[in-house]
Nanobody, 127 residues
Framework: QVQLVESGGGLVQAGDSLRLSCAAS????????MGWFRQAPGKEREFVAVISRSGGNTGYQDSVKGRFTISRDNAKNTGSLQMDNLKPEDTANYYCAAVHASFSFTLFYNSGAYNYWGQGTQVTVSS
């Protein structure tokens, strides 16, 4: 079992930055690819970003490319999502997730692939 706890959400203005963190416990995070997803009220959960278990490969939703950066520190069993130039449409509850990966560079874009989820952290961007 992997337990995930997100932190770092908050209320910011458009153009501001936030850094979300995801702390893992229970298993060695280096065996898992990590993803970030978000869900706004009345909308389905959507993919935001993913990083391979090695950290050597990343993927992003088109709307966040160039603004968000996903990273990880396997030695500390943590993952992060740096969000710059935030927009009101980024407002959502953000979740980190983990899935066991057999290969170092595999990316998982579908939420259904993930076995473990955090409880979420709210990000609100005012205009």
């Amino acid at each position: 079992q992997v337990q995930l706890v997100e932190s770092g959400g908050g209320l910011v203005q458009a153009g501001d930055s936030l850094r979300l963190s995801c702390a893992a416990s229970g298993r060695t995070l280096s065996d898992y690819a990590m993803g970030w997803f978000r869900q706004a009220p009345g909308k389905e959960r959507e993919f935001v970003a993913v990083i391979s278990r090695s950290g050597g490969n990343t993927g992003y939703q088109d709307s966040v490319k160039g603004r968000f950066t996903i990273s990880r520190d396997n030695a500390k069993n943590t993952g992060s999502l740096q969000m710059d130039n935030l927009k009101p449409e980024d407002t959502a509850n953000y979740y980190c997730a983990a899935v066991h990966a057999s290969f170092s560079f595999t990316l998982f874009y579908n939420s259904g692939a993930y076995n473990y989820w955090g409880q979420g952290t709210q990000v609100t961007v005012s205009s």
